[in-house]
């Protein structure tokens, strides 16, 4: 990598503003793979995407091809996806079942699930006396440096040495616990479909639009209003429209000004929470019965407080956007400095009654699917930010709104009451990156 090139990454950045290049040049976009996504906690995928022993998924860690695999003792490895010999893909295919052990499609090498060499054809004729064999651990499938499950969630490191899973993200980590107590049997089991979307924008264009509480009624307003107008003839026809209706018209009945009145806590590492947005818990027998089930699963008390957890958003940087109270994950994998693949992931509440996957369902299809309205309003936008930053039209991204009031708490910094609208996400994450790319190495 031409390192000459590269500013320090600090004078790209100012705590209210940031260089356009950090969106635009491709020396910038290695070095963040480098130094970020291939050396952090990097989601892989759901342990449930991959139940049997053999199975295994496949995901880009930076620019690493990887592949989550289930062994036969349960265990999850993640793995290189690339054989020592001379180098194939071990897998070519998104997901599958490779059997009781990996055969490279190559030369025949075979390898245990968790990467070990288990034999080379005519091994012994062929590689006597060049040190090649199953006590070189060069003849291995090389594999993630660190793997760590938390509530069923996997994630994987190629750094030997950062902290842990639980110490990287922090409080952040409740997107996991709040999606998954709201389960009655305290766990919940992916949708195994999952929407794939090429974005022709940067990565951080995404992230930066997660916590964005002044887009949605600019932005979404006329998807809101259309599905507003006929949630209302719904109303005066049959007295009450579907919940889904009100998944859509909340982007044109919470209106701009009425953004400010939430709140979002930023943590250390670029994670961010979004509370008080929406009305989650409606009074519709549907909602009625699975709160019954759950507070027989873990009594009334503690259903009363799992039900009252106060958060419609979690960021977890660099690559997750989750939507616990609606079962709603997405990840990113960035490509190239302006293409981004996302993938969009629904999840299952174990035990809960079918309404309320449905529920998830509909928020998936109306929402973060490819072919909503929603999603299709910000991909334009996020590319519209592409181009204009890609031109000499200015050099500066601005994140000053409400700069200097967040307050800083313990561990965190708030957006200051009424001013849920600051742009302190943004500014937490250029923090988080700034960090990480000045990083020794
Ligand atoms: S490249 Fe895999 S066995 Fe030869
Ligand atoms: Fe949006």
């Not at 290695?30 to 996504?37: G, L, T």
């Not at 291939?38 to 995901?59: F, K, L």
């Not at 079918?354 to 309205?373: D, Q, W």
Request: glycine share 8%; proline share 6%.
């Amino acid at each position: 990598m031409p390192k000459a090139r590269i500013p320090d990454p600090a004078l790209l950045v100012e705590p209210d503003r940031v260089r356009r290049e950090v969106y635009t040049d491709p020396d910038i976009f290695d070095m963040e793979m480098a130094r970020i996504h291939e050396r952090v906690w990097v989601y892989c995928g759901h342990a449930s995407q991959i139940p049997r022993p053999g199975d295994y998924y496949t995901v880009q860690i930076g620019r690493q091809p990887m592949m989550m695999v289930r062994a036969k003792d349960g265990a999850v490895h993640v793995l290189y996806n690339r054989c020592p010999h001379r180098g194939a893909m071990l897998c070519g295919d998104r997901h599958g079942n490779t059997g009781e052990f990996f055969r490279c499609s190559y030369h025949a090498w075979t390898f245990h699930h968790d990467g070990s060499l288990r034999n080379i054809p005519m091994m012994e004729s062929g590689y006597a006396g060049t040190g090649w064999g199953r006590d070189n651990p060069d003849c291995h499938v090389r594999h993630a440096a660190r793997v760590r499950n938390y509530r069923g969630f996997v994630f994987a490191s190629l750094a030997e040495d950062g902290p842990t899973l639980e110490a990287f993200l922090g409080p952040a980590k409740i997107a996991f616990d709040d999606m998954c107590d709201r389960a009655p049997e305290g766990e919940v089991e992916v949708v195994p479909t999952c929407f794939r979307m090429v974005q022709h924008s940067n990565w951080k264009i995404f992230l930066e639009n997660q916590l964005d509480a002044l887009h949605p009624s600019v932005t979404h307003q006329s998807t809101g209003r259309a599905a507003r107008e006929v949630e209302l003839e719904i109303e005066q026809r049959t007295g009450k429209a579907p919940l889904a209706y009100h998944m859509l018209s909340a982007f044109s009945t919470v209106t701009i000004d009425k953004w400010d009145d939430f709140k979002t806590l930023n943590y250390p590492n670029g994670h961010c929470i979004l509370t008080g947005y929406m009305g989650l818990r409606p009074q519709d027998p549907d909602t009625l019965e699975y709160e019954r089930v759950l507070a027989r699963a873990c009594g009334e008390a503690r259903k009363e407080q799992i039900l009252t957890t106060d958060i419609h958003h979690v960021l977890l940087y660099p690559g997750l956007s989750v939507q616990s109270p609606l079962q709603q994950l997405r990840a990113v994998r960035p490509l190239s400095v302006d293409r981004t693949l996302t993938e969009i992931w629904h999840f299952r509440l174990k035990g809960a009654p079918e309404p309320i996957y449905r529920r998830a369902l509909a928020y998936y299809n109306l929402v973060n699917s490819p072919s909503t309205m929603i999603n299709a309003d910000d991909l334009e936008n996020f590319w519209k930010c592409q181009q204009g930053l890609s031109s000499q039209g200015g050099d500066w991204v601005s994140f000053h709104r409400h700069h200097g009031s967040d307050i800083a708490r313990e561990g965190g910094v708030e957006s200051a009451p009424g001013r849920g609208t600051s742009e302190a996400p943004m500014r937490n994450q250029m923090k988080a990156w700034t960090q990480f790319m000045r990083a020794e190495r």
